[in-house]
């Protein structure tokens, strides 16, 4: 509620002071130094906790100190470290379904558990039809390997300072360790043109990817691969509908950071990332494989169906780089990314943005 004061300026100084020092104050002092100050963050810009924050380096100790013995537990599919519904910095829980009293800790060392129910987590690719871009291509469309009827999401451009490339996941571009380098990369993926060879949709080839371990006791940190292409065959921006062309500088991803991502099956979404330091088992064809420090975006719609797979998630406002999309729940409101630090350095490229 507001009030608005008609009187003369001095009057209203004089009149204020008191009301103030009476009133404001002690309301303030409260605000700052007790309960009120996490009320008080309303008026003020939402705050980011990265990995450097004190009270969020505490809570993945404990995350860590208890994640395996969680994860032996059948209902549970991956924790985190991020903020319960009082803004305390929290162990988030990840499970399949609804679960019983006591299966779930209420705290850790002290320490608050928050539980949200995800499903399974899954390799978001393949699904509906999509457009043959003319070259070069943008970013954030339709692409797969020549060796299956499948189709993911063409992440960025990088460069090794020499040579261009498409980044995107393994299991989109190398087809979960199975397709051998050199291989065809096409644009759009097989299953977007019903399976039919296209000889003039290859825009790259196969040129690394990082092995993926399926193993629920794995270190997994990435799901990426690069292919060899060229500007003349690879844009670096998105559709019009888009964010345009990503920034170059990568930003660590936090937890309150808002952030947005373009895909091929559900475009231009939004969410916030909600726990970072992520340990999830994700269900592959080829079996499960646990993933470590993982970042987990939360959006109250779906903001990744599949063929979102490889879509990179930046930052909003500014489109900075912050992770490698490639994982999520049935319903897409749950999406989990690689951080785009580790996936650059695997490949030795930097993002080619602006």
């Not at 978001?124 to 390997?145: C, Q």
């Not at 999406?335 to 580790?342: E, L, Q, S, Y």
Request: aromatic share 6%; hydrophobic share 40%; with cysteine.
């Amino acid at each position: 509620m507001k009030y608005q004061l008609r009187l003369c300026r001095k009057c209203v100084v004089g009149f204020l002071v008191p009301i103030f020092v009476l009133l404001v104050m002690p309301w303030m002092i409260n605000g700052f130094l007790g309960r009120g100050a996490l009320e008080a963050k309303i008026t003020q810009e939402p705050v980011t906790l990265d990995k450097a924050h004190p009270l969020i380096r505490a809570v993945m100790d404990i995350q860590h100190r208890h994640t395996h013995k969680l994860m032996a537990i059948p209902e549970i599919v991956g924790t985190g470290t991020g903020l319960n519904e009082a803004g305390r910095p929290a162990v988030v829980v990840f499970t399949r379904d609804e679960v019983g009293p006591g299966v779930v800790p209420e705290s850790l060392e002290g320490t608050p558990v928050l539980k949200k129910i995800t499903g399974e987590i899954r390799p978001m690719r393949k699904l509906p039809p999509t457009t043959t871009f003319p070259r070069p291509v943008p970013i954030g469309v339709s692409t797969g390997n020549e060796g299956e009827c499948s189709a993911g999401t063409i992440g960025v451009r990088v460069t090794d300072g020499e040579n261009v490339y498409a980044l995107s996941n393994n299991h989109v571009f190398a087809l979960e360790n199975s397709a051998r380098v050199g291989s065809k990369i096409l644009q759009p993926g097989a299953f977007d043109t019903s399976c039919a060879e296209v000889p003039n949709d290859v825009i790259a080839t196969l040129s690394q990817f990082v092995p993926l371990v399926f193993s629920t006791s794995a270190n997994n940190i990435v799901d990426a691969a690069i292919a060899l292409s060229s500007k003349e065959s690879l844009g670096n921006a998105t559709p019009r509908d888009g964010y345009g062309i990503p920034r170059s500088a990568v930003v660590e991803a936090g937890v309150g950071l808002k952030v947005k991502k373009y895909g091929r099956t559900t475009s231009l979404t939004r969410g916030t990332i909600t726990a970072i330091n992520a340990t999830v088992n994700v269900g592959y064809e080829s079996g499960a494989a646990r993933f470590i420090n993982q970042i987990v975006v939360q959006s109250s719609g779906s903001f990744i169906k599949p063929g979102d797979s490889g879509s990179l998630l930046v930052t909003r406002p500014g489109s900075n780089p912050v992770g490698l999309l490639f994982a999520g729940n049935a319903t897409g409101n749950f999406a989990f990314a690689n951080p785009i630090g580790a996936v650059l350095e695997a490949f030795g490229v930097t993002l080619d943005g602006r």
